[in-house]
């Protein structure tokens, strides 16, 4: 680790690696949140049932999956800051493809848009987690992921909050207008409707483009995984030919994948939740906002207390009993308290990413880009299990489809008694 801090002190006044990260974070969080609104916004504008409007979770998410290993080996040939720099890009076209999508109101071309998105952010992904992780202690990486994820929670505030102004500004009030339109003056106001979003997605476009070219010029090293191999002694990787023989982390890819799901339905739905409890979503619309706050608060005691008090694992299992009580007391209580419910699982899953990423990791030394690359891919999570939500609050209601959240914390809770265990051979107990 040594020779790693040696690299990012080489270059006297340059911007230090982990603020650059910081605001691929940020950036990570605009983009993705923005899906919160997006979800009810298209469902007006392009006509949708639930389960077609989280199509826009699947068709952002399931990117991660398509993309994770070909972003590995697209690292290995770029590099990371030139990946990096070509991740911003790809998000920058998806976002300009909102442009024609929003003309012509057309969903599949607003997917596909979204696909595009997420295929960039899945590079960035790939890279800028593993910074996170060797740049310091292991014991201590859930504290340093915590503050990248108070970056990506403040980014997660303010674009709902800024992209809902625009797009769903007198949204309850269009949505009236329509019972009583003919089917021609219906067609205009949804045209205009759709229209708002143009704007706001052109200046997207520019300034990831401006960010991409910033990081590429920036002086952020490379990761050198025969160092990372070097500093652990090998031991973990000795007479291992596959990363598919490190359980801890095929079992980390199966706890982030229930993880990611269970993070974008408290963070996606809660709008629309609202809004079928009878919520204006003038108000309702404000709701993922409430979700991320408590991300913040939960990512705050994440870096007080990460390692000094608890460890990573000890949080792991607070986060998952938390998500469980939350999930019940969701689905048992109405109305406004149950929204509350709703949004305080941003607080129980704070700590789930910061927490599981260093476990899963631990121990890769060269394997560590590929194991990065199947973290990644786990996020695709998020795009079967809100469809999921989806599907159940149409054969059910969107207040019983919050029964799905149950069983994925039960899973995070395995993965941090059991799961990590699994395959890990450390003296002196477990360090993390």
Not at 61 to 70: E, L, R
Not at 208 to 228: A, G, Q, W
Not at 344 to 358: F, I, K, R
């Amino acid at each position: 680790m040594a020779q790693l801090h040696a690299v990012m002190q080489g270059k006297k006044g340059s911007l230090p690696p982990l603020v650059i990260i910081g605001v691929l974070f940020f950036i990570f969080g605009f983009i993705t949140w923005l899906s919160s609104v997006l979800i009810p916004y298209l469902q007006i504008a392009c006509e949708l049932n639930n389960f077609q409007s989280y199509l826009v979770a699947f068709a952002f998410y399931i990117s991660y999956f398509v993309m994770a290993v070909p972003s590995g080996w697209l690292l290995k040939f770029t590099g990371f800051k030139k990946g990096m720099s070509v991740g911003l890009l790809a998000v920058a076209v998806g976002s300009l493809i909102f442009v024609p999508a929003a003309s012509h109101r057309s969903y599949p071309l607003f997917l596909f848009g979204l696909f595009i998105q997420g295929a960039g952010l899945a590079v960035l992904q790939t890279a800028s987690n593993p910074y996170v992780t060797i740049l310091g202690p292991i014991e201590s990486a859930a504290k340093r992921i915590s503050i990248m994820g108070i970056c990506n929670g403040i980014a997660g505030i303010l674009a709902p909050a800024i992209l809902g102004a625009v797009v769903l500004d007198n949204a309850d009030g269009i949505q009236n207008q329509l019972l009583a339109l003919t089917d021609t003056e219906k067609v205009a106001v949804l045209d205009k409707l759709a229209g708002k979003v143009i704007i706001p997605y052109l200046i997207i476009t520019g300034m990831l483009l401006v960010l991409s070219l910033l990081v590429y010029r920036s002086s952020l090293p490379e990761i050198d995984e025969s160092t990372l191999e070097a500093e652990s002694g090998g031991v973990e990787t000795k007479g291992k030919t596959s990363v598919f023989q490190f359980p801890q982390l095929l079992f980390g890819v199966l706890a982030l994948f229930v993880y990611t799901g269970v993070e974008v339905i408290a963070g996606n739905t809660i709008i629309s939740y609202g809004a079928f409890l009878g919520i204006p979503l003038s108000t309702a619309k404000f709701f993922t906002s409430f979700t991320l706050v408590g991300m913040l608060i939960g990512y705050l005691i994440g870096i007080i207390c990460i390692p000094r008090f608890v460890s990573q694992r000890t949080a792991l299992k607070w986060s998952a009993g938390l998500g469980i009580i939350f999930g019940l007391f969701a689905v048992f209580t109405d109305g406004v308290a149950s929204v509350v419910f709703v949004a305080l699982l941003g607080l129980a899953n704070s700590l789930v990413w910061p927490s599981v990423w260093p476990l899963a990791i631990d121990g890769l030394g060269k394997f560590t880009k590929i194991g990065s690359s199947l973290l990644v891919m786990a996020i695709s999570g998020a795009a079967v299990i809100p469809l999921f939500y989806g599907w159940l609050a149409d054969q059910l209601d969107p207040h019983q489809a919050y029964w799905v959240v149950i069983p994925c914390y039960l899973i995070i809770g395995w993965y941090a008694t059991v799961g990590y265990r699994l395959g890990k051979k450390q003296e002196g107990g477990y360090r993390l």
